[in-house]
């Protein structure tokens, strides 16, 4: 038997109806703060990749989907092309390439697959989906404000909310300006120097490549070292804390709630000030529902334009299986008002009138009058059906059909043009 990928899996129904639930209400709340929406392809060039997340990253550095892409003729050459790992990479080179810039600020959002090779587990797949949303633009427009945090903040919280997920923990911290880390990057590493050989042995490895990362260590031996190692907040200069300040402050008037976290960092380069991860309980390990933060820089690493940024990406898997528990999918899903039911040699009128039925936005399962009527019933009550329809030669002349409630097995005969408003009721 040829199986799904290892890592990769089939969304089914009813989980499904689950998963349209969570996009149709992220849709409706972006609407609100006047998002549009924004596809790029799945794979990228390597190098995107190389230079946006950054190349000491665990993203890049051995988890992405990488292949050599051919030329088909002589004159085509060929390239490394990259399943996308993350969003915002892609976002700002379609921002660089079209010139966005020039539309003043862009409030962006992406919805789709996003491709890692990680270690399969619980919440954890080598082929996820992501909600990613984006403010990015020029300074001019207002892209640096802290007021546009403070939105994008919001706006999270208010979905989550939406989608009944009110248990939320937003960890908030400020990862400062990308001089101010390199400075608490080499503070870290001179603290790290006597003390890493007692630590975990990603946590050695983290102290030479990337020492920020140490910070994000969940071993529980290692958490006694961390607490004594330097806080990014003693970094920060006057103009990130200010920043930083106004970020809290709108939120605190808001009335969004968070917990200041200085031990926060995200796994990707290109963050800058603002970062942020929402958490919940019940994910376990796996507690990040999304996370986000400032990118200022990113557009210029990529040759683009300044154009500081921030966004968020939601874990849309983690979102879901954290929904799971409070909302069964048969709850959002929209079950058959109608089971119609032909008799034989009726197909062609049952299509008819089922037809008529969804024009007026009826959900209709239709039937085969190859069909006994006690094979109609069971299909009828396995589909979920409100009501059954018997179509018959009877029915047609008379102009009026049999409608029974499969619940209470009440039936009355309905005439053709009440048959909607009869069934709606
Ligand atoms: P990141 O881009 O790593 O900050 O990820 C953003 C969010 O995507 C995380 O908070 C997770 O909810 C989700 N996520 C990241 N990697 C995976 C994965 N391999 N499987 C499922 N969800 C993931």
């Not at 990928?5 to 609407?31: K, Y």
């Not at 546009?148 to 990862?175: C, K, P």
């Not at 683009?304 to 979102?319: K, Q, S, T, V």
Request: charged share 25%.
């Amino acid at each position: 038997m040829i199986k799904a990928v290892r890592g990769t899996r089939d969304l089914l129904p009813p989980d499904t109806a689950l998963w349209n639930f969570v996009e149709a209400t992220a849709r409706e709340v972006f609407r609100a703060y006047n998002f549009q929406e924004i596809r790029t392809p799945i794979f990228e060039t390597t190098e995107l990749f190389a230079r946006g997340v950054g190349e000491e990253t665990d993203i890049v550095s051995k988890e992405m989907f990488t292949w050599e892409d051919r030329g088909r003729a002589a004159s085509e050459k060929g390239q490394s092309l990259t399943l996308r790992p993350e969003a915002t990479a892609g976002i700002v080179r379609a921002y660089i390439e079209h010139k966005l810039g020039d539309r003043g600020l862009n409030k962006l959002f992406l919805i789709g697959p996003m491709f890692r090779r990680e270690r399969p587990q619980k919440g954890r797949y080598r082929q996820f989906y992501q909600i990613n949303a984006e403010v990015i633009g020029p300074a001019s427009a207002g892209s640096e404000s802290p007021a546009r945090d403070a939105e994008v903040l919001e706006m999270t919280a208010t979905l989550l909310n939406r989608l009944g997920i009110t248990d939320w923990n937003l960890q908030l911290n400020s990862v400062g300006s990308s001089q101010e880390r390199v400075k608490f990057n080499e503070a870290l590493r001179a603290a790290l120097e006597p003390v890493k050989d007692n630590m975990c042995v990603d946590c050695q490895r983290r102290a030479l490549t990337n020492p920020l990362r140490v910070l994000d260590c969940k071993v529980p031996e290692d958490q006694p070292i961390i607490e004594t190692l330097p806080r990014i907040t003693d970094f920060l200069g006057q103009e990130s804390r200010t920043h930083f300040d106004a970020v809290q402050s709108i939120l605190t008037k808001l009335g969004v709630r968070f917990t200041l976290n200085p031990r926060l960092v995200r796994g990707l380069d290109y963050y800058t000030r603002t970062a942020f991860e929402f958490t919940h309980g019940a994910l376990g390990a796996q507690n990040a529902i999304l996370g986000g933060g400032r990118y200022d820089g990113l557009s210029e690493a990529l040759g683009g334009p300044p154009a500081p940024g921030i966004g968020f990406a939601i874990g849309e898997d983690r979102l879901v299986m954290t929904l799971q528990e409070k909302t069964p999918a048969e709850s959002v899903m929209r079950k058959p008002d109608v089971y119609v039911a032909p008799m034989a040699g009726m197909n062609g009128e049952a299509a008819r009138l089922a037809h008529e039925l969804r024009q007026q936005d009826l959900v209709i399962e239709l039937g085969d009058d190859s069909f006994r009527l006690k094979k109609s019933f069971e299909a009828a009550t396995r589909a979920g059906a409100k009501y059954i329809l018997i179509i018959g030669e009877n029915e047609i002349k008379a102009n009026a059909f049999a409608l029974k409630n499969l619940a209470s097995g009440e039936q009355v005969s309905v005439p053709r043009a009440e048959l909607a408003e009869r069934i709606r009721a």
